[in-house]
């Protein structure tokens, strides 16, 4: 294992030591509870908290800061917060207009919110889920778990951050978040698997002509190994199941990001973003704004994460709204 | 080899068209001439324009845009752009108040635009160099090339793009960018070799316990291989050469930015930066700005490089003022 980490224990706590130390006027970490906060607390507006496993950075802890997040509780590597953190993340974002939480659809994340929520609502702390199931892998059916929350959530934090930002109330927040998951759809390919520090080996091993479609982020494989393909050809098997499962109007104004998984460099992720536009634009779509990098990672495997969003003015403006955090900054 | 590629003699020409693509706003992709330039043209100011191998984005395609570049020309993967290129981009770029040529020290990037601007003389097109050579890996004598430009070079098209774009002239630009040259050094640590995609495997094998000191960003080998080391030791072993050499006055106000080569991800750099940024202070310097990410890359190395600035609070200020492009946005 190649890092640069110190005792593989501590990789979270010293992570959120260097953000602090690299951005201390916007964030600020909270050690004794091991949270992350902005540096400069909003008031009077519906606050925003996500948490979920490290090792997706910068999902979330990269997107605390003015007109997105208030409050992050990062779990350990891959592994969701505890409810202790969730309370003491809400309790130290809550404005008095109420608190969203921005939950990814997936066992331990969904169970260890609703517990917090349980023990919050004795204090009187209003907090309203909204749930991100955007991966088209998964079937959207009674007989499982459903569909796991994905590069959407960024989406949802960006565009919902920008609501609460401009002082809607709560019932119209948690509704504008809940349009966005209605609107997005993810599918990943992963090109190699990713190493924890704990482990300090390839969770699993591919071989080098293959890859892997329909991954999530938590460093497992995904649901068909097919072979290595060209730009043009992965960019169709990204592209084609999110549209045929989210089936936009045609001439749809969409919002395409292509996230990286930590360890492909930006250079390819832009080739592929071309191809992917390319694509969208010969099935009769207008791909009207891109974020194109690493945004919802898996430490340093190597692929690609296709979400797209179909667009309305509203959250076009919302989208385009000013924000300034670690990982997304605009306008300000 | 594991890549987002389609024919991988297409690469630079398939992600200047995905980069265009997702950014038509901010950059114009001339495929006839093989430069990169600003959406919207500027008018009447100095005009800055960099080039050298691909490979190292988002250096420097990505920082053409509102306060930064005006025009690029990249060479193939690790090479040089051809003379035609620099000229392209010179005429295009140039608004009647100058041209400055951000040259990285390498032999052949060198010897290219002196070649463009001895061509160009006779079209009466001043363009003044500004040679970067940052690297301390390198000992600055008579006997050698030089120093290589590295880190460096993103702190001079920052900062000297903002004097451009308040409308200093061409003197005074230059001064400047050669102010930040005087004042910044790098030096960089790799854990892996990268993977060009004409060569398809690594280009040198590296043990799994080592790491290599004193890399540039074409993929070459570094100075010293030395034993793999946990990252508050690495944070030492990056900043200690650089301080040794640029000798900053006691308790300094400095720019520390912290760059990726493209494989390593965004958490591990954060970690990395908190421990150079600890060490800083216990030398008794003052790490006021932060820049972490993948900024000078060798395309999916894994490994970082360190460049310190000596600020002062014109340079300061410059570094602050508004930039909109692909890999640097904030103020617009």
């Known amino acids: 294992m190649k890092k640069f980490i110190n005792d593989p224990r501590d990789v979270v ?32 507006k519906v606050a925003l908290v996500a948490g979920g496993g490290s090792g997706c950075e910068p999902l979330h802890t990269g997107f605390v800061g003015r007109g997105m997040l208030d409050a992050v509780c990062p779990g350990a590597i891959f592994t969701s917060p505890v409810p202790r953190q969730i309370i003491a993340a809400t309790r130290a974002a809550d404005a008095g207009a109420g608190v969203v939480h921005i939950v990814k659809n997936f066992t331990g994340e969904v169970m260890n919110f609703g517990i917090a929520q349980e023990i919050m609502a004795f204090d009187g702390i209003r907090a309203e889920t909204v749930l991100v199931n955007d991966d088209v892998t998964v079937p959207d059916d009674d007989d499982s778990a459903g569909r796991r929350g994905l590069g959407a959530t960024v989406l949802v934090e960006k565009i919902a951050g920008a609501a609460a930002e401009r002082g809607d109330d709560l019932a119209r927040v948690v509704a ?132 797209i969003l179909a667009l309305d003015d509203e959250l076009t403006a919302l989208w385009d709204a000013p924000v300034h955090t670690q990982a997304l900054r605009w306008g300000m």
Do not use: K, W
Not at 208 to 235: F, N, Q, T
């Open 13 to 44: 706590t010293d992570y959120l030591t260097g953000l602090e130390a690299a951005h201390p006027g916007v964030v600020r970490f909270d050690r004794d509870s091991r949270i992350l906060l902005r540096a400069q607390p909003a008031r009077g």
């Open 176 to 307: 504008i978040a809940r349009q966005v998951v209605a609107r997005a759809r993810t599918f990943s390919v992963g090109l190699t698997s990713c190493t924890t520090p704990e482990r300090g080996r390839p969770t699993y091993v591919m071989a080098a002509d293959e890859m892997d479609l329909g991954i999530g982020i938590s460093g497992s494989p995904g649901r068909d190994r097919v072979p290595l393909a060209p730009a043009r050809d992965v960019a169709r098997m990204l592209a084609d199941p999110v549209l045929d499962d989210l089936r936009p109007a045609p001439g749809a104004q969409l919002l395409v990001m292509l996230s990286g998984l930590g360890g492909t460099p930006e250079s390819e992720l832009y080739l592929l973003y071309g191809d992917v536009a390319s694509h969208l634009r010969d099935r009769g779509f207008d791909p009207v704004r891109a974020l194109v990098g690493n945004l919802v990672t898996s430490l340093d495997q190597q692929g690609a994460a296709l979400t």
